[in-house]
């Protein structure tokens, strides 16, 4: 009897993983064919199978549309991101949760609070701000935004490893005459690199993705992101699908090869924090 349940307990987490796959996969997989089709047979069957593949649309649209320098501009902003989140998530969470910080409590209130509000209610002052900074179309604008937005979480989570880290690695370390710089560089961070990748993969993918503070703060052609390059060229493209969808095709491909590579890695980090918090 235990086995029968056993069995269709798994079956049942299996039908419901392959239903969770298939929800992911089926838009990606429609939206690559769809660019490989002629914008006449995406109208008359949206769901077909291009019978004669344009291999050569992501060239074209490539050089039509400028991407190159969108998704440029794309990654030095997650990439600045991703150094600023982990530099200051870290550093904050080793000192929290090695030192008796007076008001700890109120602190992380504050902190899950902020990320409970919505963006969009400091989208004008933080827009007044940028403009008075002269930061408006400037990467530096965005960096800054995405590291407030994703500081909190990256703390969080990094403070769970950094509780996992025996307090003895330190304390003989400082044995040895190493400072707090040392100890932080060369006990620290390596025993909570997975954690650090974590936040890395999360951040970067989020940011990549990122529309509305991207359209807002980087305005010009010359500084948009990808994803904000994308919402420019829909009236260049309005009426073209194939070569919208080869567009997207280009711009979601590096974040798909980017988490295929690394996402054991990310399962064993959050797995891992999720344990030790």
Known sequence: MELGKSLTARLFVYALLGAAAFSVAFPLALMVLNSLRSNFDILITPLGWPSEPDWGVFARVWNEAGLGRAIVNSLVIAAGTVLVVCTVSSMAAWAIARKDVPGWMLI?????????IPVQMFMFPLYFVMAQLSLINSPVAV?????AIFTPFSLFLLRTYVLDVPMELEEAARIDGASDFRVFTSVILPLISPGLLTVALIVCLNVWNEFLIAITFLQNAEAAT???RFYQLTGRYGNNLADLMAVATIIALPTVIF?????????????????KG
Do not use: D, H, K
Request: hydrophobic share 55%; glycine share 6%.
């Open 108 to 116: 992380s209130l504050y902190f899950l609070a902020t990320t409970t």
């Open 143 to 147: 960096i800054l935004i995405y590291s």
């Open 226 to 228: 990808a994803t904000a």
């Open 259 to 275: 988490f295929v590579a690394v996402q054991r890695r990310f399962i064993e980090g959050i797995s891992a924090g999720a344990v």
